[in-house]
Structures are given as structure tokens and as C-alpha cells.
């Protein structure tokens, strides 16, 4: 089988693709990227940008399956579009079975939420697509363990309310996507990778406490009051404001669910919040 990643240069791609290589099985692996010199390894690299139609109908050629990864690019209305391309043309360039990273909790929302690209991406993928698999991701525990280093220092991780987040290690995302990508049965399904439990704030800080051996609070602050420290600390205003809605999602719910589908998926249960903090914070 044949079988591409695209978005293999990047964080996520990167664990996917060596998930797939560990797991062998003698399948031939095609990573995929707007700069192909930026991906080492034993696996094909092809060239493919989301914004040049060309290029991926090229690069998809020949797949069996294909997993796409939206890219990071929160410009209004732009990673819609770039998923609906890549959909289409995976669909013109004849891929078998296309898999897509959405995000837990989607539901129709519009721009500029974030949301709305992964609802978008969803709805051109089941209406268009013969075969298809979505795997819906829970907020990154590597995220959160980014976020708790900036903020350690001031004694308090805060939040906009009453959270509770199932976190995912992305490295548990990948090993489903893997196990997903090279598995059977798996047609038509919305599975969704979350970590083992869903922290609330005063749980996240009690587990950085612990690590870190001193006391660090949670504490509920005002959406004016987050986004002026972010802005204080110089990040631009559409990085501000993607923060300012992840901290809302994680008050109103969309993280707020718990499944065996990385076990189901990779074969294996997925890490705690304390492990990967754990990891990242010690
Ligand atoms: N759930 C969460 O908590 C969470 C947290 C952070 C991020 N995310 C999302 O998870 C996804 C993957 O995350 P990640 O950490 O792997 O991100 P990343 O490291 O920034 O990787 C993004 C990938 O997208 C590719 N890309 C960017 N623009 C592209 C374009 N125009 N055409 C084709 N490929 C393009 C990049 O490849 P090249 O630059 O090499 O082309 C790269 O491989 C992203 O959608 C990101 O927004 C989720």
C-alpha cells in the first residue's frame, strides 16, 4: 500500500510518518511539504502546498491513502479553503481513502472561530469523498506543557472559568493516526484522540505543583485581563485571539469528552497530562 502524509514536515506529520515507519508492514510511505529538502529520512518526499492546487494533485498521485494535516495558518478563512483543495485533490488525483485531522467538539461554526475550518474540512470530506476517516484531535498536552513554562513563574496558571480538558499527547495523536491509516474498518468513522481523563484548572496546577515541587495556584481571570498579558508580551493579535478562544472551549465544553480511541486505534493507552508534563516540565 501506498500511503502519504501531508503536513509531514511539521510536529505532528513528523511523529506520523515515524509511527508508520516503526510499525512497518513493507508499505511505501510518502511525506509530503510545501519544502521537501526539509524531510530527512529513509521515506519519499514529494513537494505539495495547500494554496497551489498543482502541486498536490501532483503530489497525491499514486496514493492508496492519504492523511491530511491542516496547517497552522489562522488567517481568516484560509485553512478552509486549503482543506477543501486538498480534498479535491486527492479526489481528482484518485486516492483510495483519505484520513483527516479535525478537532474534538466540531460542530457548524463560522469564521473567524478556528472552528470553522475543521467544520468545513468535515462536511467537503463526507459529502465528496467515497471513502473517508476523520480523526478529531483533544487540545495537545505539549501545548499546555508550552503554556505552563511561560507562566510558571508568576506562581498561577489562569484560566476564563471552569475547564475541563481531556488532553491528548500528540504523540498519541500520531499513533492513532498511524494505527488508523494502516488499519481496516475504519471507513465513514469520526473517532476522536483524547487523553485518559478531563482536567479541570485547580487539577492542571495541583500536577505542576507536584513536579515542580512548589505551589502554583489556578485562578479565574476576565477574557480583558488574559488577552492584555498575552498582548504584553508582544505576541500578534491573531495568535492573541486564537488563545483567547482556546481558553473559552476549554470553559464551554469541547474538550470536554474522554474515548478509547487511541487505544482502539494505536493499541496502546494514552499518556495522562502528569506524564507528559512530566516530560516537559522536570
Ligand atoms: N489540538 C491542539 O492542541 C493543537 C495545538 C497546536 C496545533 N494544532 C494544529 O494541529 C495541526 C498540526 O500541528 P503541528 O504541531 O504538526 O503543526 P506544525 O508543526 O506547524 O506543522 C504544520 C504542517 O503544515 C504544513 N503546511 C503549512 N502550510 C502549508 C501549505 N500551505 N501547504 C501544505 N502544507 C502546509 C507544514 O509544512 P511545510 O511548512 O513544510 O509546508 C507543516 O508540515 C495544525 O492544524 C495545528 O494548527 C493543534
Given amino acids: 500500500m501506498k500511503i502519504g502524509v501531508s503536513g509531514a514536515s511539521g510536529k505532528?506529520?513528523?511523529?506520523?510518518?515515524?509511527?508508520?515507519?516503526?510499525?512497518?508492514g513493507g508499505h511505501e510511505l510518502v511525506a509530503i511539504s510545501r519544502s521537501p529538502?526539509?524531510?530527512?529520512?529513509?521515506?519519499?518526499?514529494r513537494q505539495g502546498d495547500y494554496d497551489q492546487p498543482a502541486t498536490i494533485l501532483e503530489a497525491y498521485a499514486?496514493?492508496?491513502?492519504?492523511?491530511?494535516?491542516?496547517?497552522?495558518?489562522?488567517?481568516?478563512?484560509?485553512?478552509?479553503?486549503?482543506?477543501k483543495s486538498a480534498i479535491d485533490a486527492a479526489l481528482e488525483a484518485g486516492v483510495g481513502h483519505i484520513f483527516l485531522i479535525s478537532a474534538a467538539g466540531t460542530h457548524e461554526e463560522a469564521d473567524p472561530s478556528l472552528g470553522a475550518a475543521y467544520w468545513t474540512g468535515e462536511q467537503h470530506l463526507i459529502k465528496t469523498a467515497p471513502r473517508?476517516?476523520?480523526?478529531?484531535?483533544?487540545?495537545?498536552?505539549?501545548?499546555m506543557a508550552d503554556e505552563i513554562k511561560m507562566s510558571q513563574g508568576q506562581g498561577v496558571l489562569a484560566g476564563l472559568g471552569d475547564e475541563h480538558v481531556a488532553y491528548v499527547s500528540r504523540d498519541d495523536l500520531a499513533a492513532a493516526a498511524a494505527g488508523a491509516l494502516l488499519g481496516h474498518d475504519h471507513e465513514g468513522a469520526i473517532y476522536t484522540a483524547t487523553g485518559p481523563v478531563a482536567v479541570t484548572g485547580p487539577e492542571r496546577a495541583a500536577i505542576v505543583s507536584e513536579l515542580l515541587g512548589k505551589p502554583i495556584g489556578f485562578a479565574v481571570i476576565t477574557e480583558e485581563q488574559f488577552r492584555a498579558g498575552l498582548s504584553q508580551s508582544g505576541l500578534p493579535e491573531l495568535i492573541v485571539e486564537a488563545f483567547v478562544e482556546i481558553k473559552h472551549t476549554f470553559v464551554n465544553g469541547k474538550f470536554d469528552i474522554v474515548t478509547g480511541d487511541v487505544q482502539r486505534l494505536s493499541g496502546r493507552s494514552p499518556k495522562s497530562l502528569r506524564d507528559v508534563l512530566a516530560q516537559q516540565l522536570v
Fill in 132 to 143: 473517508w476517516t476523520v480523526l478529531r484531535m483533544s487540545y495537545y498536552a505539549e501545548s
Fill in 37 to 45: 529538502e526539509k524531510l530527512s529520512g529513509t521515506v519519499e518526499a
Fill in 12 to 24: 505532528l506529520g513528523g511523529a506520523v510518518v515515524a509511527e508508520l515507519t516503526a510499525r512497518g
Fill in 62 to 83: 499514486g496514493l492508496d491513502r492519504l492523511l491530511i494535516i491542516p496547517s497552522a495558518d489562522l488567517r481568516v478563512g484560509v485553512r478552509g479553503a486549503q482543506l
